[in-house]
């Protein structure tokens, strides 16, 4: 195939498999009880107050907590899949309120997509394949780069390729990032996918 051909061949490919995926892992979310969880939410939330009831440090007060909750699916999908679902939510844990750092694994080179000079309302840091197969070869640079930032993304395009360059850390850490599609003749388009993710959405 001539090569525009064979890279959109490749990239239907991609979404081909990340829709199925998300279908199967949507099959497994729980329907959640929304009454217990703010129930849950009230009555943690007066602990927190009652802790700092009589406080006297002034360096210390009930705006500093950040409440979390987990869920623990009763059951998981049968079939092992390493590319993150994303999951829709209302209040996203990531946003700019919380200093949500960002890193976009683009293709050769950098420069074309920074040329692009599109304004994100977060951090972006964006690094080619060049650089992070020169920059980050090593574990220990891979380690460091994934104690950076809050999300890694990529362009859909290079997903499969990023696979030999990540390695243990990101697999490990389950922060494996999460393919976007980059058409770069639409940059209000760009900015809204890249927004979308990091703004209403956390991944399983």
């Known amino acids: ?14 979404i ?23 129930s849950a939410v009230q009555i943690i939330s007066s602990e927190v107050k009652k802790k700092y009831e009589n406080n006297v440090n002034l360096l210390s007060n009930e705006s500093d907590e950040f409440l979390s909750l987990n869920f623990a699916f009763s059951k998981l999908p049968q079939k092992i899949t390493i590319r993150p679902i994303k999951i829709p939510l209302e209040n996203s844990i990531y946003d700019t309120k919380f200093n949500t750092s960002v890193c976009l694994f683009v293709k050769d080179p950098r420069s074309d997509f920074k040329d692009l000079d599109i304004k994100f309302p977060f951090p972006l840091k964006v690094i080619d394949i060049s650089k992070l197969r020169l920059k980050y070869d090593r574990f220990e640079q891979r380690r460091e780069l ?27 850490s389950k922060k494996y990032p999460a393919p976007v599609k980059l058409n770069y003749e639409d940059k209000d388009e760009i900015l809204k996918e890249i927004t979308s993710h990091v703004e209403k959405n956390v991944f399983f």
């Open 1 to 14: 195939l001539p090569p525009i051909e064979e890279e959109a061949e490749i990239t239907n490919e991609i």
């Open 16 to 38: 081909a498999q990340y829709e199925q995926a998300k279908k199967e892992v949507e099959d497994f979310f729980p329907k959640l009880d929304q009454k217990l969880i703010k």
């Open 146 to 172: 994934l104690k950076m930032y809050d999300i890694f993304l990529c362009d859909a395009k290079i997903y499969f390729v990023l696979r030999k360059f990540l390695g243990k850390p990101f697999y490990q």
